[in-house]
Protein backbone atom coordinates (compact mmCIF):
# COMPACT_ATOMS: atom_id res chain seq x y z
CA UNK A 1 0.00 0.00 0.00
CA UNK A 2 0.89 3.40 -0.53
CA UNK A 3 -0.56 7.46 -0.26
CA UNK A 4 -1.50 9.31 -3.00
CA UNK A 5 -0.74 12.61 -0.64
CA UNK A 6 2.83 11.94 -0.20
CA UNK A 7 4.77 15.12 -0.20
CA UNK A 8 6.81 15.38 -3.95
CA UNK A 9 8.70 18.27 -5.98
CA UNK A 10 7.37 20.72 -7.23
CA UNK A 11 5.10 19.52 -10.11
CA UNK A 12 4.73 20.86 -13.53
CA UNK A 13 1.61 21.85 -14.47
CA UNK A 14 1.67 21.31 -18.29
CA UNK A 15 2.60 17.51 -17.46
CA UNK A 16 -0.62 17.32 -15.10
CA UNK A 17 -1.92 14.47 -17.59
CA UNK A 18 1.34 12.42 -17.48
CA UNK A 19 0.71 12.77 -13.57
CA UNK A 20 -2.49 11.56 -13.70
CA UNK A 21 -1.50 8.51 -16.39
CA UNK A 22 1.36 7.56 -14.26
CA UNK A 23 -1.20 7.44 -10.86
CA UNK A 24 -3.38 4.94 -13.01
CA UNK A 25 -0.39 3.41 -13.36
CA UNK A 26 0.36 3.27 -9.63
CA UNK A 27 -3.72 1.77 -8.92
CA UNK A 28 -2.75 -0.99 -12.03
CA UNK A 29 0.71 -2.27 -10.30
CA UNK A 30 0.09 -1.62 -6.58
CA UNK A 31 -1.97 -4.81 -5.59
CA UNK A 32 0.94 -6.59 -7.28
CA UNK A 33 2.64 -6.10 -4.68
CA UNK A 34 -0.29 -8.03 -2.68
CA UNK A 35 -0.87 -10.35 -4.86
CA UNK A 36 2.82 -11.50 -5.15
CA UNK A 37 3.11 -11.11 -0.74
CA UNK A 38 -0.07 -13.85 -0.81
CA UNK A 39 1.52 -15.94 -3.28
CA UNK A 40 5.19 -16.04 -1.30
CA UNK A 41 3.19 -16.03 1.79
CA UNK A 42 1.35 -19.48 1.14
CA UNK A 43 5.55 -21.13 1.36
CA UNK A 44 7.26 -18.76 3.29
CA UNK A 45 7.68 -17.23 6.05
CA UNK A 46 5.70 -13.45 6.49
CA UNK A 47 9.32 -11.79 8.07
CA UNK A 48 10.82 -13.08 4.98
CA UNK A 49 9.03 -12.12 2.51
CA UNK A 50 8.93 -8.33 4.26
CA UNK A 51 12.52 -8.59 4.66
CA UNK A 52 12.84 -9.56 0.54
CA UNK A 53 11.18 -6.61 -0.33
CA UNK A 54 12.99 -4.13 0.77
CA UNK A 55 16.42 -5.97 -0.52
CA UNK A 56 14.98 -6.49 -3.92
CA UNK A 57 13.85 -3.08 -3.93
CA UNK A 58 16.78 -1.25 -2.53
CA UNK A 59 18.93 -3.27 -5.23
CA UNK A 60 16.34 -2.25 -8.15
CA UNK A 61 16.68 1.55 -6.69
CA UNK A 62 20.47 2.07 -6.46
CA UNK A 63 21.22 1.84 -9.93
CA UNK A 64 17.98 4.09 -10.75
CA UNK A 65 19.89 6.81 -8.25
CA UNK A 66 23.16 6.08 -9.95
CA UNK A 67 21.23 7.01 -13.13
CA UNK A 68 19.10 9.84 -12.08
CA UNK A 69 22.53 11.39 -10.95
CA UNK A 70 21.49 11.62 -7.15
CA UNK A 71 24.54 10.89 -4.41
CA UNK A 72 24.20 8.53 -2.08
CA UNK A 73 25.09 10.58 0.97
CA UNK A 74 22.43 11.46 3.30
CA UNK A 75 21.52 15.41 3.86
CA UNK A 76 22.52 16.08 7.55
CA UNK A 77 20.20 15.36 10.45
CA UNK A 78 18.06 12.62 8.21
CA UNK A 79 19.38 9.41 9.69
CA UNK A 80 16.75 9.32 12.55
CA UNK A 81 13.89 9.97 11.16
CA UNK A 82 14.95 7.61 8.21
CA UNK A 83 14.53 4.94 10.45
CA UNK A 84 11.96 5.80 11.70
CA UNK A 85 9.96 5.71 8.23
CA UNK A 86 11.89 2.13 7.86
CA UNK A 87 10.57 0.91 11.08
CA UNK A 88 6.69 2.09 10.05
CA UNK A 89 6.90 0.45 6.75
CA UNK A 90 8.38 -2.58 8.35
CA UNK A 91 5.40 -2.82 10.40
CA UNK A 92 3.05 -1.76 8.05
CA UNK A 93 4.61 -4.33 5.12
CA UNK A 94 4.48 -6.82 7.78
CA UNK A 95 0.88 -6.59 9.31
CA UNK A 96 -0.75 -6.49 5.78
CA UNK A 97 1.31 -9.60 4.25
CA UNK A 98 0.19 -11.84 7.47
CA UNK A 99 -3.55 -10.50 6.58
CA UNK A 100 -3.58 -11.30 3.34
CA UNK A 101 -1.93 -14.85 3.47
CA UNK A 102 -4.92 -15.49 4.50
CA UNK A 103 -7.81 -12.75 3.86
CA UNK A 104 -9.04 -11.88 0.72
CA UNK A 105 -6.52 -8.96 -0.87
CA UNK A 106 -9.58 -6.58 -1.56
CA UNK A 107 -10.91 -6.98 2.13
CA UNK A 108 -7.62 -6.00 3.50
CA UNK A 109 -6.90 -3.23 0.97
CA UNK A 110 -10.49 -1.77 1.83
CA UNK A 111 -9.58 -1.73 5.66
CA UNK A 112 -6.45 -0.37 5.54
CA UNK A 113 -7.74 2.25 3.72
CA UNK A 114 -8.96 4.17 6.65
CA UNK A 115 -5.14 5.73 7.05
CA UNK A 116 -6.04 9.18 5.99
CA UNK A 117 -8.70 8.95 8.47
CA UNK A 118 -5.92 7.94 11.14
CA UNK A 119 -3.55 10.55 9.53
CA UNK A 120 -6.34 13.39 9.67
CA UNK A 121 -7.08 12.51 13.53
CA UNK A 122 -3.12 12.33 14.29
CA UNK A 123 -2.99 15.92 12.21
CA UNK A 124 -5.71 17.25 14.78
CA UNK A 125 -4.59 15.33 18.34
CA UNK A 126 -0.51 14.99 17.74
CA UNK A 127 -0.06 18.27 15.76
CA UNK A 128 -2.91 20.55 16.73
CA UNK A 129 -4.05 20.74 12.91
CA UNK A 130 -6.99 22.39 12.26
CA UNK A 131 -9.77 19.63 11.49
CA UNK A 132 -13.64 20.92 11.17
CA UNK A 133 -16.28 19.11 12.27
CA UNK A 134 -17.42 17.90 8.67
CA UNK A 135 -13.94 16.47 8.04
CA UNK A 136 -13.76 14.29 11.43
CA UNK A 137 -17.86 13.56 10.53
CA UNK A 138 -16.26 11.53 7.64
CA UNK A 139 -13.65 9.93 9.36
CA UNK A 140 -16.26 8.48 11.61
CA UNK A 141 -18.44 7.11 8.50
CA UNK A 142 -15.63 5.93 7.44
CA UNK A 143 -14.84 3.84 10.33
CA UNK A 144 -18.00 2.50 10.42
CA UNK A 145 -17.42 1.15 6.59
CA UNK A 146 -14.40 -0.40 7.85
CA UNK A 147 -16.09 -2.08 10.60
CA UNK A 148 -18.54 -3.49 7.62
CA UNK A 149 -15.97 -5.13 6.27
CA UNK A 150 -14.12 -6.40 9.77
CA UNK A 151 -17.42 -8.17 11.21
CA UNK A 152 -17.60 -10.88 8.39
CA UNK A 153 -13.90 -11.12 8.15
CA UNK A 154 -13.40 -11.47 11.96
CA UNK A 155 -15.87 -14.05 11.98
CA UNK A 156 -14.17 -15.70 9.06
CA UNK A 157 -10.65 -15.73 10.19
CA UNK A 158 -10.23 -14.24 13.64
CA UNK A 159 -7.95 -11.55 14.65
CA UNK A 160 -6.00 -11.42 11.61
CA UNK A 161 -9.04 -9.41 10.27
CA UNK A 162 -7.62 -6.65 12.44
CA UNK A 163 -3.89 -6.78 11.27
CA UNK A 164 -4.78 -4.44 8.18
CA UNK A 165 -5.99 -1.36 10.98
CA UNK A 166 -1.80 -2.34 12.23
CA UNK A 167 -0.70 -1.78 9.00
CA UNK A 168 -3.32 1.71 8.76
CA UNK A 169 -1.88 3.19 11.94
CA UNK A 170 1.96 2.41 11.35
CA UNK A 171 1.07 3.32 7.49
CA UNK A 172 0.03 6.66 8.81
CA UNK A 173 2.87 7.42 11.11
CA UNK A 174 5.29 6.91 8.12
CA UNK A 175 3.26 9.52 6.07
CA UNK A 176 3.84 11.80 8.97
CA UNK A 177 7.51 11.11 8.87
CA UNK A 178 7.77 11.43 5.01
CA UNK A 179 6.10 14.60 5.24
CA UNK A 180 9.02 15.81 7.29
CA UNK A 181 11.61 13.93 5.03
CA UNK A 182 9.95 15.32 1.74
CA UNK A 183 11.57 18.55 2.52
CA UNK A 184 15.20 17.21 2.79
CA UNK A 185 15.11 14.36 0.13
CA UNK A 186 14.14 13.27 -3.12
CA UNK A 187 11.92 10.79 -3.53
CA UNK A 188 14.15 8.33 -5.05
CA UNK A 189 17.23 8.42 -3.00
CA UNK A 190 14.64 8.28 -0.10
CA UNK A 191 13.26 5.23 -1.05
CA UNK A 192 16.15 3.43 -1.85
CA UNK A 193 17.77 4.70 1.64
CA UNK A 194 14.34 3.53 3.47
CA UNK A 195 14.69 0.21 2.00
CA UNK A 196 18.01 -0.37 2.87
CA UNK A 197 17.81 0.72 6.20
CA UNK A 198 14.96 -1.48 6.72
CA UNK A 199 16.81 -4.61 5.07
CA UNK A 200 19.26 -4.05 7.43
CA UNK A 201 16.89 -3.76 10.02
CA UNK A 202 15.03 -6.80 8.93
CA UNK A 203 17.74 -9.50 8.65
CA UNK A 204 19.41 -9.52 11.88
CA UNK A 205 15.74 -9.80 13.36
CA UNK A 206 14.79 -12.70 10.67
CA UNK A 207 18.15 -14.55 12.03
CA UNK A 208 17.17 -14.49 15.64
CA UNK A 209 13.72 -15.89 14.51
CA UNK A 210 15.66 -18.96 13.41
CA UNK A 211 17.71 -18.77 16.61
CA UNK A 212 14.32 -18.72 19.03
CA UNK A 213 12.42 -20.60 16.76
CA UNK A 214 9.65 -17.98 16.17
CA UNK A 215 7.61 -19.33 12.83
CA UNK A 216 6.58 -16.14 11.29
CA UNK A 217 10.05 -14.52 10.85
CA UNK A 218 12.40 -17.88 10.93
CA UNK A 219 14.29 -18.16 6.62
CA UNK A 220 13.79 -20.79 4.48
CA UNK A 221 14.96 -21.71 1.66
CA UNK A 222 12.96 -20.72 -1.19
CA UNK A 223 13.11 -23.28 -4.27
CA UNK A 224 11.44 -22.40 -7.81
CA UNK A 225 8.72 -20.43 -8.39
CA UNK A 226 9.00 -19.16 -4.87
CA UNK A 227 12.04 -16.94 -5.89
CA UNK A 228 9.66 -15.28 -8.33
CA UNK A 229 7.10 -14.55 -5.92
CA UNK A 230 9.51 -12.68 -3.64
CA UNK A 231 11.50 -10.88 -6.66
CA UNK A 232 7.83 -9.97 -7.55
CA UNK A 233 7.54 -8.44 -4.25
CA UNK A 234 10.12 -6.08 -4.25
CA UNK A 235 9.80 -5.24 -7.87
CA UNK A 236 6.20 -4.35 -7.97
CA UNK A 237 7.03 -2.21 -4.27
CA UNK A 238 9.75 -0.11 -6.67
CA UNK A 239 7.89 -0.15 -9.55
CA UNK A 240 4.49 1.15 -7.78
CA UNK A 241 6.28 3.31 -4.81
CA UNK A 242 8.15 5.04 -8.30
CA UNK A 243 5.06 6.16 -10.65
CA UNK A 244 3.55 7.64 -7.07
CA UNK A 245 6.44 9.45 -6.46
CA UNK A 246 6.74 11.03 -10.17
CA UNK A 247 2.85 11.40 -10.90
CA UNK A 248 2.99 13.88 -7.57
CA UNK A 249 6.01 15.26 -9.37
CA UNK A 250 4.08 16.18 -12.26
CA UNK A 251 0.25 16.84 -11.31
CA UNK A 252 -0.96 18.12 -7.41
CA UNK A 253 -1.82 15.98 -5.03
CA UNK A 254 -5.43 17.72 -5.65
CA UNK A 255 -5.98 16.17 -9.27
CA UNK A 256 -4.23 12.87 -8.01
CA UNK A 257 -5.03 11.87 -4.93
CA UNK A 258 -8.47 10.73 -5.38
CA UNK A 259 -7.43 8.55 -8.28
CA UNK A 260 -6.16 6.38 -5.49
CA UNK A 261 -9.58 4.60 -4.35
CA UNK A 262 -9.18 3.16 -7.54
CA UNK A 263 -6.79 0.77 -6.62
CA UNK A 264 -9.64 -0.75 -4.27
CA UNK A 265 -10.62 -1.70 -8.16
CA UNK A 266 -7.74 -3.39 -9.41
CA UNK A 267 -7.01 -5.42 -5.94
CA UNK A 268 -10.70 -6.84 -6.16
CA UNK A 269 -9.98 -7.66 -10.33
CA UNK A 270 -6.42 -9.24 -9.18
CA UNK A 271 -8.33 -10.74 -6.61
CA UNK A 272 -10.51 -12.88 -8.53
CA UNK A 273 -8.28 -13.81 -11.53
CA UNK A 274 -5.70 -15.16 -9.37
CA UNK A 275 -7.39 -16.34 -6.38
CA UNK A 276 -11.11 -16.42 -7.31
CA UNK A 277 -11.74 -14.21 -4.55
CA UNK A 278 -15.00 -11.90 -4.79
CA UNK A 279 -16.39 -9.82 -1.91
CA UNK A 280 -19.24 -10.31 -0.63
CA UNK A 281 -21.80 -7.38 -0.17
CA UNK A 282 -20.93 -6.39 3.35
CA UNK A 283 -17.98 -5.77 1.92
CA UNK A 284 -18.74 -4.15 -1.26
CA UNK A 285 -20.88 -1.74 0.90
CA UNK A 286 -18.02 -0.87 3.25
CA UNK A 287 -15.73 -0.16 0.21
CA UNK A 288 -18.56 2.46 -0.95
CA UNK A 289 -18.66 3.85 2.84
CA UNK A 290 -14.69 4.09 3.11
CA UNK A 291 -14.52 5.50 -0.60
CA UNK A 292 -17.07 8.27 -0.42
CA UNK A 293 -15.85 8.81 3.21
CA UNK A 294 -12.30 9.71 1.58
CA UNK A 295 -13.31 11.63 -1.50
CA UNK A 296 -14.96 14.08 0.66
CA UNK A 297 -12.41 14.19 3.11
CA UNK A 298 -10.26 15.39 -0.38
CA UNK A 299 -12.79 17.94 -1.47
CA UNK A 300 -13.21 19.41 2.04
CA UNK A 301 -9.08 19.69 2.18
CA UNK A 302 -9.28 21.44 -1.17
CA UNK A 303 -12.23 23.78 -0.15
CA UNK A 304 -10.22 25.14 3.42
CA UNK A 305 -7.38 25.10 1.19
CA UNK A 306 -8.96 27.60 -1.21
CA UNK A 307 -10.37 29.13 1.67
CA UNK A 308 -6.65 30.00 3.29
CA UNK A 309 -5.40 31.38 -0.14
CA UNK A 310 -7.82 33.25 0.03
Known amino acids: ?76 GVLSRLVLRALFLILSTYFFVAAVKVMPIADALVIAFVEPFILLLLGKYLFAEEVGPRRLGASVVGFAGALLVIQPSFAAFGLVALFPLGTAFFFAFYMLVTRSLSRQMHPVPMQFHTSTVAAAICLPVMFLGTGIEIPTISPVWPEGI ?33 LHYLEILSAVAFGWLFFSDLPNAMTFAGMAVITASGLYIFHRERVVEREKRG
Open 226 to 258: EWTWLFAVGAASALAHLMISYALRYAPSATVAP
Open 1 to 76: MSDARTPAMPYLNDRIVLGVVLMLGFCLTAPLIDVASKLAAQTIPVGQVTTARFIVQGLLMLPLCLLLGHGLRLPP
